[in-house]
């Protein structure tokens, strides 16, 4: 990205500018290194040297695994599809306003459909919401069930992971209203269940002290006037008084389960919450231009290495654990589920 006037704005642009390789290396490069500054992912030192006939740099201090391309600490690290198709997908699924499916990155880009199915979640990682930032002002907390088949039953099976509801997903939005000069914002995640502890711990993890809170009037919202100027709306009633409603989330979550149901065959709930998180990146970003996200979501693209297997977690594979709270079956839940254990 060294001049801003020649980076593409389109899709067209993009295809025809990331085919040139060193187009791509250099945009990469500069989205690993912002500061210009090379350093070895393994060490973090900078006395690193560039072998430019194979494009990858040596470290000095490294004895094993001293050399290492740009792709390495990223969520495209060990792949073997060529940095243009990566950047491609990027660009795909960052602006596709309904969400893209596997099958279509797979005819699109001319991968395997494995392949795409991988990339797509791999993808979808590096548009995580990385904001470590509350919400304040006026915040809409609304709660949904998503789905249907009871595929999250054997994490019930493999040790203490309650589903809220059998076979549905219970999932947490929270939606900061817009303030002068910055849009409406929100964040998904999947809950374990729809209890009092369970939502009031994410509002409160989520959002600032003292913020106006508008909910419905579920149980399990009150004792919020507590901490937060709390609002409610009774459905029951009507949909919005004043300014107290939850319709921006209400939307949310339309827009949200039209994806599932339209251009996604099915999500499994394994997969859910990176879903989850690709559509609240959609939403958060949407006053950007198609370049501007794309090169958001790329940025996501470093420290987030995944390896196959955490992905799939099918049934009966080895790579489930065995133990029940092990560090590694925390890890696994958090990363497939985003639950917690006991
Ligand atoms: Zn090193």
Known sequence: MKEKSSFPQTLHAAIRYFAKESNAFDFLKSIRWPDGVVKCPYCKSEDVSFISTRKVWKCKHCTEKSQFSVKVGTVMEDSPISLDKWLCAFWLIANAKNGISSYELH?????????????????????QDGSIEKFSGRVEADETFIGGKARNMHADKKGNVKAGVVGKVAVMGLLERNSPGKHSRVKVRVVRNVRRPQLQKEIKQEVVK??????????????????????????????????????????????????????????????????????????????????????KAARGIIGKGLRYVKLTGKIGDDSLPKTPKSWWTETWLLNHLRLETD
């Open 107 to 127: 005819r699109s880009l001319g991968l395997t459909q494995k392949t795409a199915w991988f990339l797509l979640h791999r993808v979808r990682l590096a548009m």
């Open 210 to 295: 003292g913020s106006e809170v508008y909910t419905d009037a579920l149980r399990s919202y009150s004792g919020l006037e507590k901490e937060y100027v709390h609002k409610v709306i009774d459905h029951a009633e009507c949909y919005a008084k004043g300014h107290v409603h939850t319709n921006g989330l209400e939307n949310f979550w339309s827009l949200l389960k039209r994806g599932i149901k339209g251009t996604y065959i099915s999500v499994e709930p394994f997969h859910l919450f990176r879903y989850l998180d690709e559509q609240a990146f959609r939403f958060n970003e949407r006053k950007d231009n198609d370049a501007g996200r794309f090169i």
